[in-house]
């Protein structure tokens, strides 16, 4: 797969999560988006076959995700 390089605008505070979550895991805010897409990615074909996303809390209540 190739790599195409692109240019986005983002709301500062987009960009100060992306630099923060890039700080934390110890890569590239590059990375970082990526890795968002990717989650994006995953849980937009999970919708489209079905599939409910759940969240459990530490307190063990399951909630459903529901997306737009």
Do not use: C, Y
């Not at 240019?7 to 970082?32: G, Y």
């Amino acid at each position: 797969m190739g790599v195409r390089k692109v240019t986005v605008n983002l709301p500062e505070d987009h960009v100060a999560f992306l630099q923060e979550l890039a700080s934390k895991r110890h890569i590239t805010v590059t990375e970082a988006l990526r890795q968002a897409i990717n989650t994006e990615w995953f849980l937009t074909g999970e919708e489209t076959k079905g599939s409910k996303i759940l969240i459990e809390a530490p307190s063990g209540e399951i909630k459903q995700i529901v997306r737009r």
